[in-house]
């Protein structure tokens, strides 16, 4: 005779659809909470500040990524190079100066045999361009200038809420409430910083991009890899500040 199988007890099954319930009201209320403090006076008001320092900073790096590349198209191509944003013509298809003869062709007698399919790329192609020495550098440098200019903003996010939260205990506001109200100010201004970072990174990918398409340069290899970079500098950022505010909070 099989064996009965146990059904879950009906109390149980109750139980647990409640703490589903409650576990998705705490996320909403989490949501909704930092979602008010977004759309605080303080916190707008850091979001056009910041934009405002960002569209300036980005406006010069960009400015000088064009002037590089508007430089290197006018200048003349390397002899022996093909140059960027061509194709390397077809060999003729005619005999070579001095061995045209005056002998009439063969006759066929009969239908000629198909050429053997040959699928190696022509001797004469010429390899996909590469990206330019000197735009290269330009990228990095470019690169190099964002993620000092993020480790600062970083820095001075810190600075300025060990600042308030020191500001605010020699108040003596050191209730949960008054802690709670700083700790929310700061989560949302951090994502504040974080999705300016990224939208001044993609801005920048962005003309990247372009700049090596209209070159005939396929840039997926090196955005991509920048991309994997800011990735990680992003990453070491959010541990540096959540280590060095919880330090501060113990001290």
Known sequence: MAAKVKRPHKKAIIVVIIIAAVLVLLAAAVLLYIRHWRN????????????????????????????EKEELSTQPPIPGETPLNTVAPAEPAVSPPGTQTNEPPPTMTAAPSPPPQDTAAPASAAPPPEVPGRLLEAYNAALMQMKDRD??????????????????????????????RLVSEYLAKAGVLEKQMDASFDELMAVIKKQLTELGVDPNPLTEGYRAEYESIKKTNKDMLLDRLSEEIKK
């Open 40 to 67: 605080t006076p303080e916190v707008k008001q850091y979001e056009a500040e910041l934009k405002e320092a960002d569209d300036a900073f980005l406006s010069d790096l960009i400015g000088k990524l064009e002037s």
């Open 151 to 180: 480790y600062a903003l970083v820095e001075a996010f810190i600075a300025q809420g060990v600042a308030d939260w020191s500001a605010m205990v020699a108040e003596g506001k050191t209730t949960p409430d008054d802690k709670g």
